[in-house]
């Protein structure tokens, strides 16, 4: 239908009578701008004050427009849908009804802002708008058609109609990809060959030796680490419950505001300097992680002490030193340069954080109000991919480290290591030598940072990670008063972490008394420190050599068997420790710092306690006995001195390192005497108790002193003094001021306590029993991983056996049991089970792995190389699978696969000694295999210019092979462990006797 001329001419009129034409220019103007502006607010989330203004102009033309389209666009669109044709009133309709809907909306985001819970809300405003928008054009293409007066619109701005529909598809895909990126942490294809290399020396790095870094190498101003910045994140209403489980968590008191930490530093800088001259350097490889407030922004060329000192009188100092780890630290990180842990994190400055904390009111109102009003920016800046995706390899930033000559002027010794540990697990899904895998496989922040409910702005369904961070560590929330944070971390060390089962009785075969297990320094577990901080020796690894065993008689479950005991012998009671709920090894973290020890106790029907290994002095407030058995590492000094004041920069040498790998188990031996006069029965019970931090650490942080008595020398390698603890404990950081005792937690104890029947002296020797059932398969198959990691290989294989026969068609079962023949030497019998394990489960990643490394030994190096390519297509992260096909292809001189298999090993884990070892190995083969190849082919070549052309690059190309295999070299060289201070342990041994005993692999309590 077509207006007639008479319409046409009122509708001019009426047009012509409108507003004045300068009025509409610029309405149209600013119109053209606001569109303009929304495409900018939607692909860029640049985190600027110009960004910011864009929101503010935002805000202001949506509510004029919004205005306008009451007052103005409402009546015109009563009268249109009067007058115009149906063509133009559906278009007319369509518009006017998405305009409303977007206009509503976005006065509603006015209101409440865009923040996550409300991104439904924002993407209808953003829909809204567009289709009202793409409406309005098709209404005014639609007036040509009807020769309304619209059509002069259509004329002149069609052009723009149409590059709008092209370039907008554009902005979301532009949009879209933005909000979809990843960034990628990336391993370094040639690892750093010193301390140097890696953090970048004082030239390239000023916060060297620690490996963090700020963009463009600058200091950070204070004010961005403080206590008040991180507070200012729960203003607004934005985070206050993040901000509240910030408030009471270790990450806040990391810092000097956490005694413990700061006597290690106190300590430290004094025993790397001179009498009266503390040194600062070495403790900079700490300040990384733990003091960004002080150590960023310049100020730890002070020795803590004289700060501590300044703080007494300056706010401003004190603030700095009690920050702790704050928002920023990791909200503010832009790039995490590897997996090699020790800070290495990239920070930038955010120009907004000024606006954030201004002290005048009405610009931090606006800054506040205009992020509420469009978050995007501000959760781009601070929640980058990586601390959403790439979880675990962000934390490994300060949660794996190790220590090199700028801090203890010796070598490379790897320190505490979560990440690794993880990532070789069952929990990571990245592990083949994993005993048991859970249903479903973790990260970090799936047991450290787990939902809790919350009505924060930034809340994910009404969740929230919680802030907490709940970990271990109950002393902080102890002397700091906080009831809510030791529960979290109560709650988080029982949850089902441990299990411990009183499992066994032995009798030693052939009559007599049960004696303990001995084991010559080969067969102690003195380990490496490698080991001693990161995995404890044997999560599957394979060792040569026979383990301590020795004929006995096996009576188990001893629940199950109802055993009798003789008055008079002496028996063995194994129980098993498990780890179960947790991603590392156990206990995790500065295992030199704490107290984790299994508590056995026997008490016979009269009462008597005929065995209480693990009791804890003082009533409990004391020391541990000596000779329970513990879980922790035990470092030595050059002098042989154990490293108990958190002084890890002077270990020289591990004495042992017992930790337990996630999803496996330790079996803790106990001799029993039976008196002559035992009662009826003995009731048999056991736990786990953990302390953090040990008895004497706390000691030495609070109050500890050399005594002056007793003189003795110190330096960074030892520390010859003897240490009293009557020192002033006025002026210790946190809110107890005198040396506190630390709770103890059970993390796991018996259900039921085991009870023996006694018998006479006289009576027959009691049969062994072994009782298998089939819901005991699993308490059979931990007890064998204890022994295997015990390297007692024969009890292994007894004890995989009865897996096997209680529960048949588990296959791991077989594998276990082919793992305890494999590390025995009985290659056949590995060969036998293994391959049934594999012909049962051919894509089982750990039956093809060790049938493969089965075969390796077997001689079978095709068949071995084939099967570790099935286990890599299982566990393609693995970096065992990885080195070991690489060392077999080098050894069949397959050196391009082999190198590229290699390398991939070391893009896991850039430290990764067989890589380097064998990558050594293997560019020495391609320069031989080069060099033979320029002799044979140099010969056959005629012409002198050409031979000369050939043997030139030849030389090339082998010096590089050269080059990069003595490259290898050195940093197989920097990492391996240092097998000149196996003589310090052997100092200590002779001078303890109960370290002496927890340095065997296989030794028995009593």
């Not at 115009?84 to 206009?103: D, H, K, Q, Y």
């Not at 408030?247 to 008191?253: G, I, L, M, P, Q």
């Not at 109050?703 to 960074?716: E, I, K, L, N």
Request: hydrophobic share 40%; proline share 6%; with cysteine.
């Amino acid at each position: 239908m077509k207006l007639s001329t008479t319409a046409y001419r009122n509708e001019s009129q009426r047009a012509g009578a409108g507003p004045r034409r300068l009025v509409l220019r610029l309405s149209v103007t600013a119109f053209a701008l606001l569109l303009l502006n929304s495409a900018y607010l939607f692909v860029s989330n640049a985190a600027t004050l110009f960004y910011l203004l864009n929101v503010a102009y935002h805000l202001l033309a949506g509510l004029g427009f919004a205005l306008l389209a009451l007052v103005v666009g409402l009546r015109y669109v009563v009268r249109a849908l009067e007058s115009r044709p149906p063509p133009m009133r559906r278009w007319l309709i369509l518009a006017t009804l998405a305009g409303a809907i977007g206009i509503g909306s976005g006065l509603l985001l006015a209101y409440t802002g865009a923040t996550r819970p409300l991104l439904g809300l924002l993407r209808t405003h953003i829909i809204a708008c567009l289709v009202s928008l793409g409406a309005a054009g098709l209404y005014l293409r639609a007036a040509v058609a009807v020769r309304a007066p619209e059509a002069r619109w259509w004329s002149r701005t069609r052009v723009f109609w149409q590059l709008g529909a092209l370039v907008i598809p554009g902005f979301f895909l532009l949009g879209f990809a933005g909000a979809n990126s990843r960034a990628v942490i990336r391993n370094p294809l040639l690892p750093p060959l010193d301390a140097f290399e890696e953090a970048g020396g004082k030239a390239r790095n000023r916060f060297f030796p620690s490996s963090i870094r700020t963009v463009g190498n600058r200091l950070m101003p204070e004010e961005f680490f403080t206590e008040e910045s991180s507070l200012s994140c729960g203003e607004a209403g934005c985070h206050p419950d993040i901000v509240r489980q910030w408030n009471e968590s270790a990450h806040h008191f990391s810092s000097f505001n956490n005694q413990f930490y700061r006597k290690s530093i106190e300590y430290m800088q004094e025993v790397q300097g001179t009498p009266g001259k503390p040194s600062v350097e070495g403790s900079k490889w700490c300040a990384g992680c733990h003091d960004p407030a002080v150590f960023l922004t310049g100020n730890w060329d002070t020795p803590i002490v004289t700060q501590m000192q300044q703080a007494e009188t300056d706010e401003r100092v004190r603030k700095r030193l009690t920050a702790g780890l704050g928002c920023n630290m990791c909200h503010a990180a832009v790039h995490v340069s590897d997996t090699m842990g020790q800070a290495g994190l990239v920070l930038e400055y955010p120009v907004l954080h000024r606006y954030a904390i201004s002290p005048s009111p009405f610009i931090k109102w606006a800054h506040n109000a205009l992020t509420v009003l469009d978050p995007g920016p501000h959760r781009n800046l601070f929640l980058k991919p990586f601390h959403t995706q790439a979880t675990a390899e962000f934390c490994s930033g300060c949660h794996k480290v190790h220590l090199d000559k700028p801090f203890n002027h010796y070598r490379w010794v790897r320190g505490f290591d979560e990440y690794d540990a993880w990532q070789q697990s069952g929990v990571s899904g990245q592990g083949v030598r994993a005993f048991y895998y859970p249903d479903k496989f973790k990260k970090c922040v799936d047991c450290h940072m787990p939902l809790v409910k919350s009505n924060d702005r930034g809340n994910l369904h009404g969740f929230v990670h919680s802030h907490r961070f709940p970990a271990a560590n109950t002393a902080l929330p102890f002397v700091n008063d906080h009831p809510e944070q030791l529960e979290a971390a109560k709650k988080m060390l029982t949850n089902n972490v441990l299990s411990i089962d009183i499992f066994a009785l032995r009798r030693q075969g052939g009559g007599g008394e049960t004696q303990p297990h001995s084991g010559s320094s080969a067969g102690s577990s003195t380990g490496s420190m490698l080991e001693a901080q990161a995995i404890a020796p044997g999560e599957g690894s394979i060792a040569s050599g026979t383990g301590i065993s020795r004929p006995h008689e096996l009576s188990a479950p001893i629940d199950r068997v109802d055993p009798l005991v003789r008055r008079g012998e002496t028996v063995s009671i194994d129980v098993v420790v498990r780890t179960r709920g947790v991603g590392h090894v156990f206990p995790g973290g500065t295992m030199d710092a704490f107290d984790v020890w299994v508590e056995m106790k026997a008490v016979d029907s009269r009462g008597r306690v005929l065995l209480w290994s693990g009791k804890t002095q003082d009533g409990g407030h004391g020391p541990v006995d000596p000779g329970a058995h513990f879980y922790r590492t035990r470092l030595l000094d050059a002098h042989g001195n154990v490293i108990d004041k958190r002084n890890a920069a002077s270990a020289r040498a591990v004495l042992y390192a017992r930790a337990i790998p996630p999803g496996a188990a330790d079996v803790v031996h106990y001799r029993l005497h039976v008196p002559k006069d035992c009662g009826d029965r003995i009731t048999l019970s056991a736990k786990v108790n953990y302390r953090k931090f040990s008895w004497f650490y706390t000691q030495f942080a609070y109050a500890g002193r050399p005594d002056p008595t007793q003189g003795g020398s110190y330096s960074v390698h030892f520390d010859d003094r003897k240490f009293i603890f009557d020192g002033d404990t006025s002026k210790v950081s946190g809110k107890i001021k005198r040396v506190p005792n630390l709770p103890i937690i059970v993390m796991a104890e018996t259900k039921q306590p085991v009870v023996l029947r006694v018998g006479s002296a006289f009576v027959f020797r009691p049969q062994p029993r072994e009782q298998v059932r089939r819901e005991d398969w699993e308490r059979w198959n931990d007890y064998g991983i204890g022994l295997l990691l015990q390297r007692d290989f024969q009890g292994a294989e007894r004890a995989f056996t009865n897996v096997t026969r209680a529960r048949p068609e588990y296959v791991d079962g077989y594998v276990h049991l082919g793992r305890a023949f494999l590390e025995d030497g009985d290659i056949p019998a590995a060969l036998k089970h293994l391959g049934y394990a594999v012909a049962q489960r051919p894509g089982l990643g750990k039956a093809n792995y060790f049938y493969a490394l089965a075969l390796r030994k077997a001689g079978r190096y095709a068949d071995a190389i084939r099967y570790l390519e099935q286990a890599r297509e299982a566990f393609p992260t693995d970096r065992n699978i990885l080195s070991d096909l690489g060392q077999l292809l080098v050894d069949a001189e397959r050196f391009e696969e082999a190198r590229e298999v290699l390398q991939q090993a070391l893009a896991i884990d850039p430290e990764h000694v067989p890589a380097h070892y064998n990558l050594m190995r293997c560019y020495g083969g391609l320069a031989t295999r080069t060099t033979r190849l320029k002799e044979a082919r140099a010969a056959k070549i005629w012409f002198p210019a050409e031979r000369a052309r050939f043997v030139a690059a030849m030389d090339q190309t082998i010096r590089e092979y050269r080059e990069l295999s003595d490259r290898y070299r050195r940093a197989f060289e920097r990492f391996k462990v240092d097998p000149t201070t196996t003589h310090i342990a052997g100092r200590r041994r002779e001078v303890d006797p109960y370290e002496n005993r927890e340095s065997l692999l296989v030794h028995e309590h009593n």
